[in-house]
């Protein structure tokens, strides 16, 4: 094998080996707690509410759940215009959910 290869090969394995550990320490770390879960979801309405019609002012929080085997949290923001769903994990990030009702695009 030349040496180019072998700098090739070692080069690649180092990368690997960068990209998880990264995933293990960030997916298997301890849950995000309730407050950096609503903050997170909180940004991630505010940055929603640029993209879709959310009302005059963002939704509220009305629902929340946390699901121990998944480690992730379920925040439901509601008002008479819009009904946001965001789920957030440490592993995964911060997404909208299934539920998405009357937000539309602007």
């Not at 998880?20 to 320490?25: C, G, K, P, T, V």
């Not at 609503?38 to 929603?48: G, I, N, P, V």
Request: hydrophobic share 40%; proline share 4%; with cysteine.
């Amino acid at each position: 094998m030349s040496k180019k290869w072998q700098i090739a090969m070692a080069t690649l394995l180092v990368i690997v080996g960068i990209f998880l550990a990264e995933y293990a320490l960030r997916c298997y770390r301890k849950p995000l707690s309730r407050q950096e879960a609503l903050e997170r979801a909180s940004a991630k309405l505010q940055r929603f509410s640029k993209k879709f019609v959310v009302g005059d002012s963002l939704p509220p929080l009305v629902d929340e759940s946390y699901d121990p085997q998944r480690k992730e949290w379920t925040f439901t923001f509601k008002n008479s215009t819009c009904t946001v769903g965001i789920i957030v994990d440490r592993c995964h990030g911060t997404d909208i959910g299934g539920i998405s009702e009357g937000c539309k695009v602007r």
